[in-house]
């Protein structure tokens, strides 16, 4: 009995000291070992796992970038890059695979999804774009129903976690990924799908069903319900968030948002006269949504990954790293952007202090093959609701609002919401 358990004491240590010496040999020695960074993360994933699950590491990065330079190693394999040819490099040029992180975000262990499709698939094939709605959702954008966006917000947060710790979604009665309340809402939009069924619907729910319809073995039900989720998710919260971030800095800045009223009073006599299709080439709509998504709208979860040595901004990566872009850093990063934290619409329309902007350096919907499927379902949107808004109603400031955001694949408003004050406008001509 004796000899066994000193045997396997022995085995335990052994194994220990053998990690204990990987893990140094990592720290500091090879490639990696090169990159600036603070000590401790050269040696454990924790604190930077952290500050992801909680969402609040921009101002971590922040303070990292300033104090290291564009290339900041936060874990023993993952690096942060903040300069323009770096992550131009990581998604375009080299167009990187997802992370493995991306594994653990599926709703279902196991169950592939488009999402957490690591590598460049065929997916993009999907005819998103000839989609005219949700399928239902997008109602939320203007809905005051803060349950529903915590429900979608709490996946957000749970896929970081997972993202993090994939193994603690196997400890029995851990939180999985699906609310109830996200299932009664998918269960929702199924059931109107069986009674409104007839006319030929093109909303993004119908393709998926359709998808499901025509190879059900490839496309199971499962695989069918975990995309519809996942649109609804991926669609109706960042889209929500990303236009109040845009009504934001209008009310902040009541000379901007006169310009862009009288854009769209000089274009339309009526609200009824604003459609996607008339809205498509308004300078200054356009421009303040690019502005807006500049300084609001960075994601956090750009997780990449080599599989091969690959030299990035001036360092020799090697494989099985995850690499991640850093937008918030390019999207205000001074020597890109001439008054960088201010909300200016102007530098959208030509030369700025010597600057012309480039669409390129808002990373709001990423870029490369894996950037987001939606995006120009969403700057239509966008343009609808701006547009409608501000033709029907004077928006003013409700003062004393927190700004405060947490970011997790995308970025929320902490406090659930943010207020604007609303009048109902004079008819021009009496
Ligand atoms: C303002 C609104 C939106 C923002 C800021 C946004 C942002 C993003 C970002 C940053 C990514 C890329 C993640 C990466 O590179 O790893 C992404 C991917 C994606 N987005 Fe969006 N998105 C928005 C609206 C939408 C809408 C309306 C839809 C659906 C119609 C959508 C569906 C998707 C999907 C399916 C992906 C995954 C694509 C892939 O993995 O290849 N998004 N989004
Ligand atoms: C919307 O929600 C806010 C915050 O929960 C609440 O104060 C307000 O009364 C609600 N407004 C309406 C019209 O329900
Ligand atoms: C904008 O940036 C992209 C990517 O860096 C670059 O290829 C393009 O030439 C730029 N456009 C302008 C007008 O500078
Ligand atoms: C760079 C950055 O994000 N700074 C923020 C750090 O946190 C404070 C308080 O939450 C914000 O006011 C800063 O803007």
Redesign the pocket.
């Known amino acids: 009995m004796g000899i066994y358990l000193t045997l396997i004491l022995c085995l335990g240590l052994a194994e220990i000291v053998r990690r204990c010496i990987s893990s140094l040999m990592l720290a500091f020695t090879g490639p990696l070992s090169k990159i600036p960074g603070p000590f401790v993360s050269k040696l454990t994933r924790f604190p930077w796992a952290l500050e992801s699950i909680q969402g609040k590491h ?2 971590f990065t ?1 303070r990292l970038f300033q104090r290291y330079g564009d290339i900041v190693r936060v874990a023993p394999t993952t690096v942060l890059i903040a300069d323009k040819a770096g992550i131009q490099k990581i998604l375009v040029e080299e167009d990187l695979v997802k992370a493995p992180f991306f594994d653990a975000l599926r709703l279902h262990p196991g169950n592939p999804m488009l999402v957490t499709e690591r590598n460049k698939a065929s997916h993009k094939s999907t005819d998103v774009m000839s989609a005219t709605s949700l399928g239902g959702s997008s109602h939320l954008v203007t809905s005051n129903d803060t349950k529903l966006k915590k429900t979608f917000v709490s996946i957000l947060v749970k896929a970081a976690i997972n993202g993090q710790f994939p193994y603690l979604r196997y400890i029995p009665f851990w939180p999985q990924p699906i609310s109830a309340e996200m299932n009664r809402l998918l269960e929702n939009v199924l059931k109107k799908r069986d009674i409104a069924g007839q006319p030929a619907k093109r909303d993004i729910v119908q393709i998926i069903l359709d998808a499901h319809q025509t190879d059900p073995v490839g496309f199971p039900e499962i695989r069918m319900r975990d995309e519809i989720t996942m649109f609804m998710v991926a669609g109706s919260e960042t889209t929500s968030a990303s236009t109040t971030a845009i009504l934001l800095h209008l009310v902040n800045n009541p000379a901007k948002l006169k310009l862009l009223e009288e854009e769209i009073e000089s274009k339309f006599s009526e609200n009824d006269e604003i459609t996607f299709a008339k809205l498509h080439d308004l300078p200054y709509l356009n421009a303040v949504i690019w502005e807006g998504l500049r300084l609001m709208t960075a994601p956090a979860g750009l997780l990449r990954y080599t599989e091969k040595p690959t030299i990035i901004s001036g360092y020799e990566i090697p494989s099985n790293t995850i690499v991640q872009p850093w937008p ?1 850093a390019l999207m205000k990063d001074p020597r890109i952007w001439p008054d960088a934290d201010s909300f200016i619409p102007e530098r959208w329309l030509g030369v700025y202090k010597g600057v012309e902007a480039n669409r390129s350096d808002v990373l709001a919907f990423s870029a490369g093959s894996r950037n987001c499927i939606g995006w120009q379902f969403a700057m239509r949107e966008m343009r609808l609701i701006l547009a409608r808004l501000v033709r029907r109603y004077e928006l003013s400031l409700v003062e004393g609002q927190s ?2 955001r947490r970011y997790h694949s995308t970025p929320w408003f902490v406090q659930g919401f943010y207020k604007v004050g609303i009048k109902q406008r004079q008819p021009s001509h009496a």
């Open positions: 921009m101002n922040h918030m700004h405060e």
